[in-house]
Structure formats: C-alpha cells, structure tokens
C-alpha cells in the first residue's frame, strides 16, 4: 500500500513539472514576440476630419455651403439629415442618399446669431447653440443669472432674430471638478479621458479646468502612487489639458478606458460628434452613462470664464467627472467639461472635442490593435475611422459604447491573464527552471528508492 501511494506521488509530480515546462515555453514565447513587434495598441493613431463620401451630412454641408444649410444630423433610422435653404440644394441631398429638410435660415444667419450673443457683455451662467434640428439658436440662462442680466440677454437676441429663443434652466453651469479612472491633486478629483502619445512620451488628455501646468496627479487619496504631472492646459477658451506619465509609459491597457465594475471599452480611433447620435460617457463618480448630441459649437460662459466650441449633450455628469471620456461605438468624440444637474434628475453636459484638443497639443490618440495596423504584412497603421464612418453605421437607438475588455489591474484579472503576460520572460523562464529541477529530483528520488530496495533484497537473500 505504502509503494502504490509513493508511485502515486511521484507520477502527479512528474505530469505537474511536465505541465510547468509547457507553461513557462508558452510564456516565454510570448513574450518573445510580444519584443520582436511592439504591440499594435501602443501604435499612435492620427486624428481624421470629415470623410469625403458624398453621401454623408458633413461632405454635403461642406460641398453645398452655409449659405444653402444649416447644419446636419442622424435621424432615427441612422440616415444623415441636412437642412437646406432651397429646393435644388435638397435635391442634391437626396440623390446622394441622404434626407433633406428645407429651413428657413441658412448657417450663416444663425452664425451672425450666435457672433452678436458672443460679442456681447459676458453674462456667466448663460450657454448657447445652435439647434440644427429646430432651425434656431437656443440661449441658456442658469439659476444664478440676475433679472438684469437676462432682460439685457433678452434684448440681444430680439436684434438677432426671430429665430434666437431664450430659456431658463433650474441648475446651474459649472466645471464638473472635484478615463475614466479618477486622478486626484491638491485642487480636486477629475477623471482620465484618453491616452494620447507624441511619439516619445504617453499622456493622460483629461479636461484643462481640472489644474494648471505643473499640477501633480495621484492614483490614490493618500498620495503615495503619482500619477504624473500636468505639462499643458488650456481653459478658459478651451477646455484640455495633458498629464504625462511619470513612467513616460501608460503600459497595457492602453487602449481601454474604464466603465466601471472592472470593466472597459476599447478605444479603437476618433471623430467628430453628429447631432442625433447616440453617445456614451464614463467618469470616476457616476460611472457609465448615455445619450445623445443635442447641438455642436456650443459656447458656455462658467463662473471662471467661457469655453467656445463644444459638444451639447443630453448626458449627465457630477462633480468628478471632468475630463472623462465622451465616445460611441469605440470612437473618442470628447472629454467631459461641465453642465447642470445630475444623475438624479438628469441635465445637460457639456464636452471638449477630441480632435480639436489633439490638433492644439500634437499629440495622437493611442487605440485598439483591432484598428491599428496590426494585420500582418501592413507598413502602417490604417487610418482613423472618420466622422461619417462612426456616425452613418447604425441608428442611434442601435450604438453601443463598444467592444468591451477587462481594465488592466482590475481585480477581476484572472490568474491565467497574469501568467500569460507579454511581460513574463522573467517569470517564464523560473517556472520552466522549477519544473526542471522537478523532475530531476523526482528521478533522482526514484533512484535512491530503487536501488535500497535492492540493498534490501540482496541482504534477506544472502543472510
């Protein structure tokens, strides 16, 4: 009974070291490749404009003029929608697929609009846009803006037109401080929107309110795992800014920003926001949320200045959220600024565009290996999806945020992920040097046993 149990250890032992040597080769082969090509998540992605396809709503804008539009969007069906001024133009939109609907005011009117509001004593606490949907531009005005103030607002925008309306909102509009993982300094809490590289160095792109340059950036409360340091900011004005990694690195993951519960969402290249489409938002406090662009352009006039050129949205944000990132079906669109309300009970929020923030910085998204070239035989990277591409694909009720993917260091990693990690030369090749030295000893052990067994034999046989 004693031999049948030894012979039992002694064949688990051997397929347990036979198992290890399997396990550190497979690592050590992968990390192997993992060094011969840098992984394609790694790869900058430069940022694209509008797609020339002549049935998308931005080209038809851009090749029809704002004399004869005023602006586009995504219908319900996924189609793009144009207005037009005249019957010629909207018969160009059609034959090119699109739908076209005829307006009173062309883009221009509406722009002289929005130009006689900006040029006008600044009012903080007021936004406005352009609603391509109505045909009208819609001036804001929060809880803390004075009866003065709004009857002077008001007198503005009768002299613009007609078509300018005027509302009253029961929040107020502030700068969300205090990608989605949250990053902490001295001056508040905000959230990492994209990692953006220049080639030498990887960045956080996060909202430009959320500190100045020389802001230091911590992983946690208690300041002991820094983050990085904030090397460019832009606000009032615009509304982003650049933390650099203190490793220079942002490792795995890359890619990926978080929405929560461990969980993300691969980012796999960048555009321009459509009126009408559907979009989703991460922040480090009220996690994941959705809903569509309302207005592009929009200006907002915070208590620390106004910031010009921004995503309307529907979505909601809290304190905390700043910097977070805004994006549908893979695509970055935006980094959170500041709106009103809640999630409580809902509000508007306002985003920073993506490519205007990359084209101001020189630095270049860092996306999903799914889109970056990686296919074998490709000198470079394929290019960024463009506005059209991520906007005409599916109805708005039909987006999703993305494919999705475990966040790097989230608890939920399994155990098989970390052994089989690109960076496990290292590691590889100690569990192939364990199993190695296992069954040498278990053959060596075998031996000893075999040959006192014989000892044994020889002295009862021979007395």
């Known amino acids: 009974?004693?031999?049948?149990?030894?012979?039992?250890?002694?064949?688990?032992?051997?397929?347990?070291?036979?198992?290890?040597?399997?396990?550190?080769?497979?690592?050590?082969?992968?990390?192997?490749?993992?060094?011969?090509?840098?992984?394609?998540?790694?790869?900058?992605?430069?940022?694209?404009?509008?797609?020339?396809?002549?049935g998308t709503g931005t080209a038809l804008v851009a090749r029809l003029g704002t004399a004869r539009t005023a602006g586009s969007w995504i219908g319900a069906d996924g189609r793009p929608v144009v207005a037009v001024t005249d019957e010629a133009a909207a018969r160009e939109v059609r034959r090119a697929g699109a739908e076209a609907k005829v307006v009173a005011h062309?883009?221009?009117?509406?722009?002289?609009?929005?130009?006689?509001?900006?040029?006008?004593?600044?009012?903080?606490?007021?936004?406005?846009?352009?609603d391509y949907r109505t045909n009208r531009v819609l001036v804001s005005a929060d809880s803390t803006v004075s009866a003065?103030?709004?009857?002077?607002?008001?007198?503005?925008?009768?002299?613009?037109?007609?078509?300018?309306?005027?509302?009253?909102?029961?929040?107020?509009?502030?700068?969300?401080?205090n990608g989605a993982q949250p990053i902490l300094s001295t001056g508040g809490r905000c959230?990492?929107?994209?990692?953006?590289?220049?080639?030498?160095?990887?960045?956080?792109?996060?909202?430009?309110?959320?500190?100045?340059?020389?802001?230091?950036?911590?992983?946690?409360?208690?300041?002991?795992?820094?983050?990085?340091?904030?090397?460019?900011?832009?606000?009032?004005?615009?509304?982003?800014?650049?933390?650099?990694?203190?490793?220079?690195?942002?490792?795995?993951?890359?890619?990926?920003?978080?929405?929560?519960?461990?969980?993300?969402?691969?980012?796999?290249?960048?555009?321009?926001?459509?009126?009408?489409?559907?979009?989703?938002?991460?922040?480090?406090?009220?996690?994941l949320h959705d809903g569509t662009v309302t207005a592009l352009n929009a200006t907002v006039n915070y208590p620390e200045g106004t910031v010009t050129g921004l995503i309307q949205t529907n979505v909601c944000a809290e304190p905390g959220d700043s910097g977070g990132?805004?994006?549908?079906?893979?695509?970055?669109?935006?980094?959170?600024?500041?709106?009103?309300?809640?999630?409580?009970?809902?509000g508007t929020t306002f985003f920073q565009p993506v490519t205007r923030a990359l084209a101001a910085l020189n630095v270049k998204l860092i996306v999903s290996a799914q889109n970056a070239g990686g296919a074998a035989g490709k000198a470079s990277p394929s290019p960024a999806p463009s506005a059209s591409a991520a906007q005409g694909a599916v109805a708005p009720n039909a987006a999703s945020p993305g494919s999705a993917a475990p966040v790097t260091g989230?608890?939920?990693?399994?155990?098989?992920?970390?052994?089989t990690d690109t960076r496990n030369l290292g590691p590889g090749l100690l569990v192939i040097a364990g199993s190695l030295i296992a069954l040498v000893a278990t053959r060596y052990i075998r031996a000893e046993q075999d040959r006192k067994a014989y000892q044994r034999y020889y002295s009862a046989t021979w007395g």
């Not at 459509?274 to 996690?287: H, I, L």
């Not at 805004?326 to 009970?345: E, H, K, P, Q, R």
């Open 148 to 177: 003065s103030d709004w009857s002077r607002m008001s007198q503005v925008a009768a002299k613009a037109g007609s078509f300018v309306r005027m509302e009253r909102t029961k929040s107020t509009f502030t700068t969300r401080l």
């Open 191 to 287: 959230s990492a929107g994209f990692n953006v590289t220049n080639g030498q160095s990887d960045f956080i792109l996060t909202a430009g309110h959320c500190g100045p340059a020389g802001s230091t950036w911590f992983a946690d409360n208690q300041g002991n795992q820094q983050l990085g340091r904030t090397v460019a900011s832009t606000f009032p004005g615009n509304d982003f800014s650049l933390v650099q990694y203190a490793s220079g690195r942002a490792g795995d993951g890359a890619d990926i920003v978080a929405i929560g519960g461990g969980n993300g969402v691969r980012i796999t290249g960048l555009a321009d926001a459509a009126v009408g489409q559907r979009v989703f938002r991460s922040g480090s406090t009220s996690g």
């Open 410 to 419: 989230a608890q939920g990693e399994t155990l098989l992920a970390r052994l």
């Open 1 to 54: 009974m004693r031999h049948a149990r030894r012979r039992i250890v002694r064949r688990v032992t051997r397929l347990a070291a036979v198992g290890g040597l399997l396990l550190g080769g497979a690592m050590v082969a992968q990390a192997a490749m993992a060094s011969e090509t840098p992984p394609a998540a790694a790869r900058p992605l430069a940022a694209s404009g509008a797609s020339g396809a002549g």
């Open 106 to 130: 062309s883009m221009n009117e509406l722009k002289s609009a929005t130009a006689a509001l900006r040029s006008a004593p600044r009012v903080a606490g007021t936004a406005w846009a352009v």
């Open 325 to 346: 990132p805004l994006f549908s079906n893979g695509i970055a669109l935006g980094v959170t600024s500041g709106g009103s309300g809640d999630c409580t009970t809902g």
